[in-house]
Each structure stands twice: as C-alpha cells, then as structure tokens.
T-cell receptor, first 113, second 111 residues
Framework: ETGVTQSPTHLIKTRGQQVTLRCSSQ?????VSWYQQALGQGPQFIFQ???????GRGNFPPRFSGLQFPNYSSELNVNALELEDSALYLC????????????FGPGTRLTVL | GDSVTQMEGPVTLSEEAFLTINCTYT??????LFWYVQYPGEGLQLLLK?????DKGSNKGFEATYRKETTSFHLEKGSVQVSDSAVYFC??????????FGAGTRLFVKA
C-alpha cells in the first residue's frame, strides 16, 4: 500500500509568482484535504476535494485554488504569491470527509522571497 | 466555531518521566478527537483517536480519554523516551469537512 506522496519537497518562489503543488492520495482514498502550516503553528485547513469537487473551504482567499483528478490525486495552486504564503503545505487523504483518520504526506516547504 | 486549545510548550522532561499534555476543545455536536505527532522535517502521523465520549485511544504507550463533561482530551504517557521528542497536535473533526488543529506542543526528552 502506497502512502500519501507530495512533490516537490522544497520550492523557492518570488513574490507575485504562481506555484503548483502536487499530491498523490493513498490507495483507496477518494478525499484529499490541503493544509497550510506556518512555522510554529498548527495546520490550517485550506480546502477539501471529494470525487473531483470542492467539498469545503477554509478562510483562504480565491488565489488559493485546487483540482482533483479521476485517480484522486490533487493539485494546489497559489497565484500572486505573497511573503506570508511561506509555509509547509500538507496534503492528507481519507476515505471520506473528516470523520475518518486522515493520512498525511510529508509536505512541501514553500519559501516566498 | 469549533476550536482546540492545547498547552503551550516547550515541555522538557527527563527520560522515564510522566507526560501530560493538556487539550480542551469547543465544538457543536459530537466530534472525533485525535492526537497527531510531527517529527522534525516530517508530516503528521496519527498517534491515537477517540470517536465518542469515554472512549480511550491508545498507541505506543500514549493514552487519551474523550471527556465530554470537561471537553478535554489530555495526552498521557507513563514513561517517556528520547525518541518521543516531537511536536504533538490535538485535533478534532466534527460533522463538517475539516479537521481543526491546536497550535502544537513541542516535547523535548533528555537522556
């Protein structure tokens, strides 16, 4: 059984640029959630995708967007990067919604200069 | 809205000491409660969970009991090891679509 994988591991961008982060969910999971974890903080929910549709969203601006593909992998896109977007971005997969245990990937460390 | 509050760290203990990390929550309905652990440079790993009142989650010597009357889910371990040094997150997942995390508590265990 393959766990949750994320790419890239690290990324450095400059303010105003756009970035795409990728996540492959665990086998058998159809739900993917994305979280932002700033340094020294707990993860903050960005949004969740279930069967290719957005299933809920946290308090993040529209420049944070996502996709889920038929194989349940997912992308997080961030446009017009700002310095405060620097964080660890975590992807988590589960069999459905938040009732069940979520399995986290190792994260992508994004640095915005 | 729903929220999780956990004790601030860092917590520094000697090996074999008793560990308690306090966690309280605010939620509507009957959420599931979790403890996650994050080792340096890694993502989060589920440590234990409880899905209803009075349930006790346990794993690797860690325990936490879902206390609805005090809205608490404190993490305990009888004898910590150096390898337990990590950041611990209390979290809840309610009837909505997201998991809400506390700010995390960093634990240092000295040999």
């Amino acid at each position: 059984e393959t766990g949750v994988t994320q790419s890239p591991t690290h990324l450095i961008k400059t303010r105003g640029q756009q970035v795409t982060l990728r996540c492959s969910s665990q086998s058998g999971h159809n739900t993917v959630s994305w979280y932002q974890q700033a340094l020294g903080q707990g993860p903050q929910f960005i949004f969740q995708y279930y069967r290719e549709e957005e299933n809920g969203r946290g308090n993040f601006p529209p420049r944070f967007s996502g996709l889920q593909f038929p194989n349940y992998s997912s992308e997080l896109n961030v446009n017009a990067l700002e310095l405060e977007d620097s964080a660890l971005y975590l992807c988590a997969s589960s069999s459905y919604r938040g009732y069940n245990e979520q399995f986290f990937g190792p994260g992508t460390r994004l640095t915005v200069l | 809205g729903d929220s999780v509050t956990q004790m601030e760290g860092p917590v520094t203990l000697s090996e074999e000491a008793f560990l308690t990390i306090n966690c309280t929550y605010t939620a509507t309905g009957y959420p599931s409660l979790f403890w996650y652990v994050q080792y340096p440079g890694e993502g989060l790993q589920l440590l234990l969970k409880a899905t209803k009142a009075d349930d006790k989650g346990s794993n690797k010597g860690f325990e936490a009991t879902y206390r609805k009357e005090t809205t608490s889910f404190h993490l305990e371990k009888g004898s910590v090891q150096v390898s337990d040094s990590a950041v611990y997150f209390c979290a809840l997942s309610g009837e909505g679509f997201k998991t809400i995390f506390g700010a995390g508590t960093r634990l240092f265990v000295k040999a």
